[in-house]
DNA sequence: CATGTCGTTTGATCTGCATCAAGGCGCGAG
DNA sequence: CTCGCGCCTTGATGCAGATCAAACGACATG
């Protein structure tokens, strides 16, 4: 199957078989119901650094990210400025039942969104529970994400709160990516340093000099731009502060 | 109606005509599917300090608090903690389609809880959409929730963390308590000071430090053990370093 | 009444991260 | 080629909150 950069076409046509569709809203979803939700959908793009949505203004869609990274993020009046949501593809945005967005939403790198017209998708949702169901589903795994998330900016140091960053992003990334044969784990991480310290809720500065702390010690390399090589994933996480085990779910 | 203290009562009695009722994942059921929850529910009491249940553990059934707090807390290798649910009366606890906890529930005061065994709660919930409907809903709001608490957590100073507790805590307290006739505030915070550094992500020492400079500055006063009175809402509000308006949903 | 425990307060000192400041690197435009 | 811009790195310094330490008040127990 071979894959076209995404413009108007069928949301089955676009992830049916790729592992992106089975993570989303519509996992589940077949026949009819596939159909409706063909009907009400449609596709933005937006470059990277582009505002989706600000806090607070009208959102009469709800989303499924197709490709790319988008953020959520939250704005004291002072400006300091807190992310707490970062939407990988088959990722969900928006909330049924509410008007306005409550965060900013951006676009971190280039991206490209599935929505679905807000009230419609409501109603087939009413119409088909298991819709329901599995965005009870997603948003139970939001709400983990979210406590692991919060024990990380309430307790973790800098160093952990890196380590940490670069795990995650890995193991939702890497699983869709390649796995280089000695064992390293090759990506990309996709975000400014800007972006990572408001993931972190530290400054950037002292983003930039962590990487570089765990760079002299060989934990992580770069390449190029973004390009992550982590020569021993194992290694990384002890760093993270994390139970060996278990950890994170999503 | 006069209230006793809960025993082994049904449900719709306890709370029907309750501002809980109203909050709680029965909110919108009636009849029969009131009586259904009837069947596979009963009351379990706690006492301040006592654990619910360990993370990792075993834990068949859901739950929803009658009376008295819990938290949700999680904590790393070295014994750094960090709260990441506070669960006031109505509040809802335990994941639908997991064996085990993922967190420590603990009862931060003494304690009544409202089980609901799990396997036939999910039967009830896959036959009466309304319910996860209302699950969602209710998810949704912690999420939201759990979203500012992140934004205090990485952005916040002390101080305003301090604020930021004590207002969210008056908000969902003191609707269901009473208002003083002079425009004070006055309800009890029962959380020990270590309790609210685990929610705040600071030291105890810290906590109490700032109780002290907002009880020295006249924005809290504090009676006996936890009474707490806050003279001027909107004083203490200007303190949190949120928007003066909208703010905290749930 | 002395003794112990638990939660709290307050003081003295230390330190990790923020803040302020200056360059460096890559890249596109003129 | 040079200039400017966006993003990143590194250095010097300051401070908010952590850590270590002591003691207090309330309350229970022998």
């Known amino acids: 199957m071979t894959r076209t950069t995404p413009k108007i076409q069928p949301y089955s046509q676009e992830c049916s078989d790729c592992p992106i569709r089975h993570r989303a809203v519509c996992a589940r979803c077949e026949g009819e119901e596939l159909d409706a939700l063909e009907q009400i959908k449609y596709y933005r793009s937006f470059e990277a650094g582009q505002t989706v949505v600000w806090a607070g203004d009208k959102m009469d869609f709800v989303a499924s990210v197709v ?34 967005s409550a965060y900013d939403v951006t676009a971190a790198t280039d991206l490209v ?21 599995r965005l009870l589903e997603m948003t139970l795994d939001e709400l983990d994400a979210a406590r692991e998330w919060m024990l990380l900016l309430g307790r973790k140091t800098a160093r952990e709160k890196i380590a940490s960053l670069i795990c995650i992003i890995a193991r939702r990334d890497a699983s869709l990516q390649l796995n280089a044969a000695d064992g390293a784990l090759r990506f990309d991480l996709p975000l400014t340093r800007e972006a990572m310290s408001e993931y972190l809720g530290l400054t950037l500065e002292t983003v930039s000099r962590q990487m570089s702390a765990l760079r002299k010690e060989g934990l992580i390399m770069t390449e190029g731009k973004r390009q992550i090589v982590i020569p021993d994933f194992d290694l990384l996480l002890e760093e993270t502060g994390d139970d060996s085990d278990g950890g994170f779910l999503v």
Chains 1, 2 share one sequence.
Do not use: N, W, Y
């Not at 969900?92 to 509410?98: D, E, I, Q, T, V």
């Not at 419609?120 to 529970?129: G, K, Q």
């Open 67 to 100: 490709t790319g990274i988008a953020t959520l993020s939250q704005t004291m009046e002072d400006g300091r400025r807190q992310m707490v949501g970062l939407l990988l593809p088959s990722d969900f945005a928006g909330r049924p039942g509410r008007e306005t």
């Open 113 to 133: 969104m599935c929505c679905f017209r807000k009230k419609p998708f409501e109603d087939i949702m009413l119409r088909t529970p298991h819709i329901g169901q």
